[in-house]
């Protein structure tokens, strides 16, 4: 993260897939809240255009 390097590995919006379908197989936010808390930041790098990027671009949402 501190190198930069964003180039895709394993993309963010395939992370928030995967934590999505892990939160419903938990059965909700409450059975999984560490994973629906990851999940909600993921979500949030996809709504800043960072979906296509590797997971490690989260790290854009909390520097300026």
């Known amino acids: 993260m501190q ?5 895709p590995q394993f ?8 934590f ?5 197989a938990a059965g909700g936010a409450a059975q999984a ?3 629906s808390a990851a999940l909600a930041v993921y979500e949030r790098a996809m709504q800043s255009a960072l979906g ?8 854009k949402l909390y520097t300026s």
């Open 52 to 59: 296509s990027e590797n997971m490690t671009a989260v790290a």
């Open 11 to 18: 993309p963010v919006e395939l992370i928030a897939k995967d």
């Open 20 to 24: 999505g379908y892990t939160v419903a």
């Open 3 to 7: 190198g930069g390097n964003f180039e």
């Open 33 to 35: 809240p560490m994973i």
